[in-house]
């Protein structure tokens, strides 16, 4: 018979999870509290949450939470990484954070779009631009063609007017 407490994990864990739309598993073994107090701050900074579960309390979670296969990402000694939105934000964050700290702490893997990947995918993703840069990019896309466009026409415009103010200066002359 679980414990209430048990209970309470899971039930937490769930809402994690279905609130999540990347699940991160990271090696988070040799790290000390202050190494693991400064991952904390900065996934914090990224809308991510950090958690060191038990493996069969968060199968549990997850297969309750409908998304079975995120059980996975928790294999031996493991800290869950919970991002929000975004999926680009935590994998930057995590990516930032084994690139500046250059300690054991590695993803193992990641849990997004309903399927497991090798931790790997965490450090392409974080090599992508932001959704916001995207969007922007995309905005470029559009416009350019709309400004050369008008751009065009105002200079075949500008050439009419042109040639039509010189062959009125030829006109006048003539008839001087």
Do not use: C, W
């Not at 699940?23 to 949450?49: F, Q």
């Not at 709309?146 to 050439?159: F, H, P, R």
Request: hydrophobic share 50%; charged share 20%; glycine share 8%.
């Amino acid at each position: 018979m679980p414990t209430a407490k048990k209970q309470a994990t899971v039930a937490e864990l769930k809402g994690l999870v279905e609130r999540s739309s990347i699940i991160i598993g990271a090696e988070y073994r040799g790290l000390s509290v202050k190494e693991m107090t400064a991952l904390r701050r900065a996934l914090s900074a990224a809308n991510v949450e950090a958690r060191v579960v038990k493996n069969r309390l968060f199968g549990l979670a997850a297969q309750q939470a409908g998304v079975a296969p995120a059980a996975e990402v928790a294999e031996g000694p493991t800290l869950v990484i919970f991002g929000y939105g975004d999926i680009i934000a935590p994998s930057k964050a995590v990516a930032d954070y084994v690139r500046t700290a250059r300690n054991s702490f590695a993803p193992r893997k990641a849990y997004l779009d309903g399927a497991i990947h090798a931790g790997s995918v965490v450090t392409e993703l974080a090599a992508l631009p932001s959704r916001e840069q995207l969007i922007g990019q995309l905005a470029g896309a559009f416009v350019s063609p709309v400004q050369q466009l008008a751009t065009l026409l105002s200079d075949s415009i500008q050439g009419f007017a042109r040639l039509v103010d010189a062959r009125a200066t030829q006109l006048e002359e003539a008839a001087a």
